[in-house]
């Protein structure tokens, strides 16, 4: 119940198309959906962030669509350049009483060509 | 200053070595995580500490042992560490550990520990 499936591992766009990323999760106690962005040889970073109670969010050429009802949320990246390649992680959170978790999904390669 | 960091960068170790790895914010934050990250995995939780104090150990072998000497510093000291523990381990912090709001983590850039 604290998976949260990632889709799809890897996916490559051509420069100035749309990168689809989707995810969904099980655990309704999640309050809270980031993704990160992720450089080879380097820490994630944190790119955009959701919660539950609103349905898209946008900043600049990213954007979080999400779907309460049916627990999925996609990452949407807009005009896609060369410099977004990199492995880009779901992730939702949950609450123990004292700490937060995150749970990660798996991961996606997206690899932007000219 | 909105960076979390960490030394060294690189680590070479022996299995009957003992080493530290560190990790330091100044963004006042709360809430420090240790995380184990192999090739093309999610980061795995390790540790959180809030408030100083260890919160949540996710299982991990005696082998890692953490701590948190004041807000700013989180270590993570290995001993007779396996080749299989090999990995990216990653430092992360955010405001407060538990709660709502002003929870988002920032990673810092990871110590890449190989053994021997």
């Known amino acids: 119940q604290q998976q949260v499936k990632q889709s799809p591992q890897s996916l490559i766009v051509q420069k100035g198309g749309i990168s689809i990323i989707n995810c969904a999760y099980e655990n309704t106690a999640f309050d809270y959906f980031p993704w990160y962005q992720q450089f080879p040889g380097k820490g994630p970073a944190l790119l955009i962030a959701?919660?539950?109670?609103?349905s898209e969010k946008k900043e600049g050429r990213f954007t979080i669509s999400f779907n309460k009802s049916a627990k999925q949320f996609s990452l949407h990246i807009m005009d896609s350049q060369p410099g977004d390649s990199a492995t880009y992680f779901c992730?939702?959170?949950?609450?123990?009483?004292?700490?937060?978790?995150?749970?990660f999904g798996t991961g996606t390669r997206l690899q932007v060509t000219l | 200053d909105t960076e979390v960091t960490q030394t060294p960068k690189h680590l070479v170790m022996g299995m009957t070595n003992k080493k530290s790895l560190k990790c330091e914010q100044h963004m006042g934050h709360r809430a420090m995580y240790w995380y184990k990250q192999k090739a093309k995995k999610p980061p795995e939780l390790m540790f959180v500490?809030?408030?100083?104090?260890?919160?949540i150990n996710e299982s991990v072998p005696s082998r890692f042992s953490p701590e948190c000497p004041n807000s700013s510093l989180l270590n993570l000291h290995l001993h007779a560490l396996q080749p299989e523990d090999s990995a990216l381990y990653l430092c992360?912090?955010?405001?407060?550990?538990?709660?709502?709001?002003?929870?988002?983590?920032?990673f810092g850039p990871g110590t890449r520990l190989t053994v021997l």
């Open positions: 959701i919660r539950p109670d609103v």
């Open positions: 500490y809030s408030y100083e104090k260890l919160s």
């Open positions: 992360a912090s955010s405001r407060s550990a538990g709660g709502q709001g002003g929870n988002e983590q920032f």
């Open positions: 992730a939702a959170r949950g609450n123990t009483g004292t700490a937060s978790k995150l749970t």
